[in-house]
């Protein structure tokens, strides 16, 4: 694709508002909120979670470039009008593809000599359906892929970029910090028949970082930068989709923290199979505070749940105060209500701290994918004009053994998530409990990286006072009433007596919670924010990859009046949807999607890779060279 101008590159998410009518509520720029405290209501934590991988991509060229972060229609027009881009990329998932067909009209509109280049998980759709939608498009480790594209090297490092996230806010309030975060690698080797990921890059891993000492060094310089432009980052995500299992690495990560003598704050991804490689004690020093794990189906037998039984694991990680993310499915065909049920009942004897349900479903180049089609199991409805908007976890697809209903399988999983909030109450205080635990433990440990844990852990267990207050006022049930009573005791009985500050903001934590749910119930201040930023042209400035952190999570960090307008002119279109046809409605001419299975199609335009460098790209690459 050659291009006479200089290249100059817009790198975008798809536009905001979310939640718009056909679109599922899990569908949003949220993790906590969109799926997994969704049953929470003012409890919910609200962290709107960036692009990453545009971040990746605009790090790691060399052409200026521009990054947008949830823009609206009008903020997309405005750039598209202004920015003289000779490629726009476009990072979306298959729930997403809706938006992306609103959004290309607009850019060959704006930016008609603009190449479209369409990249992310939604690439997974067939070549039929993307067809007419884009230029090209990346269906393989993305740096390698956009390099070859704009005729850079290939052969340069990948660099992290500085792409924080804001803190979590709950009640209303903020905390005034920020998150880091770093992808050590893409893909899985595990291969669970339902992963898009890792099915994606071949069941093959990607690292991004080949050492420990490389992601220790990628999380201290973006802490350093961040501090640099005066924001305190108190944690970290590293994305990795089985951060444990590559044991040599995660060893070498732990000398280099052992040696750094500082106690991190990290979340991220472990199964049962990489974390039984290491002691509790070693993830602990490792920092991690969070870990997602999934508990799937208590005879969903994949490789990944090998290892030590999950009651011992989660006792052992709770002792060090490291608290779970665990992930549930429904719908195997091995499921019948009850099973579910029995099932769901073992989740809650682990306590987790955060409960993601997710109904068993299938994207194409999946081998579940393959064998649905196979098996003739899509719902007729999905199959002759499968609703794109659907892929997102929250919507049956297919004909069940055990269920004649499909909506029977989504009204259980709404039950599954009211069931774990009225049992175990809000997820900040089962976190809350878990580090208290940790801090008991470790405060008086020979370990000076654990004692220092402890310390770290009880001024985190402080800051959940205020929501301890709101749950014995507006708790779900007596159960978790009782249980945020008996936490509060705890706090104050190890670490002491509230200060006045503290008092003060027990004190407005249930009018916090009033506002929260007026927020919610208006639906207003609900959307993020745009994030733009500038990657070396000529008025890029270092500090605006921290200072505008905050304007992800949108309301009052966008301008409250400008939120206020545009959140009621949504309200608006919402109400006029309800008597317009729905335009996404059984999108006829999809059927490739739910009656041809098989492998990922190539990317496209397809491009020989000359230089097998950077590694990622050389060993994702999904195809040799010039293949067709
Ligand atoms: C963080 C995350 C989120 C965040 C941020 C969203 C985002 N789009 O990044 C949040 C919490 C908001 C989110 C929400 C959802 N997510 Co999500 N999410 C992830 C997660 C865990 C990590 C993504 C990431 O940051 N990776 C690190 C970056 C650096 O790598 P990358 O994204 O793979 O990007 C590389 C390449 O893919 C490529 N690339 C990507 N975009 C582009 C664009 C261009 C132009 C080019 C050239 C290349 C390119 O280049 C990059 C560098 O190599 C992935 C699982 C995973 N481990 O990847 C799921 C994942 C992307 N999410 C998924 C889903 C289903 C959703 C939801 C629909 C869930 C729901 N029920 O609502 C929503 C959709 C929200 C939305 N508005 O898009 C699926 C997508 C599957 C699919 N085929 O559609 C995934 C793969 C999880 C899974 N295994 O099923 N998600
Ligand atoms: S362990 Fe997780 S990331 Fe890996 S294949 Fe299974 S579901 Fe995917």
Redesign the pocket.
């Given at each position: 694709m050659s291009n006479e101008k200089a290249p100059r590159v817009l790198?975008t998410?798809?536009i905001r508002p979310?939640g718009g009518p056909g679109e599922?509520d899990?569908?949003?720029?949220?993790?906590f909120h969109?799926?997994v405290t969704r049953a929470q209501g003012p409890f919910s934590l609200r962290q709107v979670?960036r692009?990453?991988?545009?971040d990746?991509?605009a790090e790691n060229i060399q052409a200026p470039a521009v990054t947008l972060h949830y823009p609206s229609r009008r903020e997309l027009i405005r750039e598209l009008s202004t920015g003289n881009y000779t490629h726009v990329?476009?990072?979306f998932?298959?729930?997403?593809f809706h938006k992306v067909r609103e959004m290309v009209p607009l850019i060959r509109h704006y930016a008609p000599d603009a190449k479209i280049?369409?990249?992310?998980?939604?690439t997974?759709l067939p070549d039929d359906v993307l067809a007419g939608w884009g230029d090209a498009i990346?269906r393989e480790?993305?740096?390698g892929?956009?390099r070859r594209l704009l005729g850079e090297p290939t052969d340069a490092p990948v660099r992290a970029p500085h792409a924080p996230i804001p803190s979590v806010q709950v009640l209303s309030y903020q905390l005034p910090s920020v998150v880091g975060h770093v992808?050590a690698g893409?893909g899985c080797s595990n291969g669970c028949d339902f992963?898009?990921?890792s099915h994606f890059f071949k069941q093959k891993y990607v690292p991004y970082l080949k050492s420990g000492r490389e992601i220790y060094e990628a999380l201290l310089q973006t802490r350093s930068r961040a501090r640099a432009d005066g924001q305190e980052m108190n944690g970290f995500i590293v994305?990795d989709?089985d951060f444990f299992l590559h044991q040599r690495r995660a060893r070498e990560f732990l000398d280099c923290v052992r040696e750094g003598g500082e106690s991190f704050g990290l979340m991220g991804f472990g199964s049962v199979r990489g974390l039984s490689q290491f002691t509790a004690r070693e993830v602990a020093e490792m920092g991690f505070d969070l870990i997602w794990n999934a508990f799937e189906g208590a005879e969903s037998g994949y490789r990944k749940q090998q290892g030590k039984s999950l009651p011992d694991l989660y006792r052992d990680l709770k002792s060090v105060g490291t608290a779970t993310l665990t992930s549930m499915i429904i719908g195997f065909p091995y499921q019948d209500e009850q099973t579910v049920w029995s099932e769901f009942e073992k989740l809650m004897e682990l306590e987790p701290g955060l409960t993601q349900c997710l109904i068993y479903f299938a994207?194409p180049g999946t081998p579940f994918h393959a064998q649905v089609i196979g098996e003739d199991r899509y719902l007729e409805k999905f199959r002759t004009a499968p609703d794109l908007r659907r892929?997102?976890?929250?919507t049956m697809h297919f004909k069940h053994p055990h269920f004649d209903d499909p909506a029977a399988v989504e009204r259980l999983q709404r039950a599954i998530y009211r069931e774990d909030f009225r049992r175990l109450g809000p997820s900040t205080l089962r976190l809350g409990r878990v580090w208290l635990t940790g801090y008991e433990n470790l405060k008086n440990d020979k370990n000076p990286l654990l004692a220092a844990r402890a310390e770290r852990l009880r001024q985190d267990v402080r800051g959940i006072l205020p929501v301890i207050r709101a749950t014995t006022a507006f708790g779900p049930s007596r159960e978790a009433r009782a249980r945020a009573e008996a936490l509060r005791r705890d706090i104050i009985r190890l670490t002491g007596e509230p200060t006045t500050r503290e008092r003060a903001m027990e004190a407005a934590a249930p009018a916090m919670y009033l506002v929260s749910r007026a927020g919610r119930a208006l639906n207003l201040m609900q959307q993020p924010g745009l994030l733009r930023t500038e990657h070396r042209t000529g008025s890029a400035t270092a500090s605006q990859h921290t200072r505008h952190t905050m304007r992800l999570q949108g309301g009052v960090y966008t301008g409250p009046a400008r939120t206020l307008f545009e959140d009621l002119a949504d309200s608006g279109r919402r109400i006029l949807a309800r008597v317009l046809p729905d335009p996404h409605a059984g999108s006829r001419g999809f059927e490739s999607v739910t009656t041809r299975g098989g492998e990922l199609p190539y990317s496209l335009p397809v491009m020989p890779v000359e230089a097998p460098a950077p590694e990622c790209a050389a060993s994702c690459a999904t195809r040799p060279a010039a293949q067709p």
């Open positions: 790198l998410s798809v979310f599922g899990s569908v949003g720029a949220e993790l969109a799926q979670i692009v990453w991988a545009i990746y991509l990329g476009i990072n998932v298959v729930a997403t280049i369409l990249g992310g998980y939604g997974v990346c480790e993305g740096i892929f956009l992808t893409l992963c898009c990921t994305i989709e994207f892929w997102d976890g929250f």
